[in-house]
């Protein structure tokens, strides 16, 4: 997928410009699909949180895997 045009990153609102690497997410809301852009480094803790070793950065804090 190649950008047209900036879009903002719905995390933390960091301008992503054509030609910029970003991660795009496919969702499921109550209203149907709806796809969303995430800078590299919002994208990166999302896959984080998502495998479990992350808190999600709530606190800055990281699980410790047993």
């Known amino acids: 997928m190649t950008l047209r045009r ?3 990153c719905v995390r933390c609102e960091k301008t ?3 030609g910029e690497e ?3 997410v496919d969702v499921l809301d109550p209203a149907g699909e709806l796809r969303v852009l ?3 480094d919002c994208a990166e803790a999302l896959r984080t949180f998502l ?3 992350d808190n999600g950065g709530a606190d800055g804090a990281t699980e410790t895997p047993e």
């Open 16 to 18: 992503i410009d054509p």
């Open 38 to 40: 995430l800078c590299v």
């Open 22 to 24: 970003f991660g795009a």
């Open 6 to 8: 900036p879009h903002d």
């Open 51 to 53: 495998g479990g070793t």
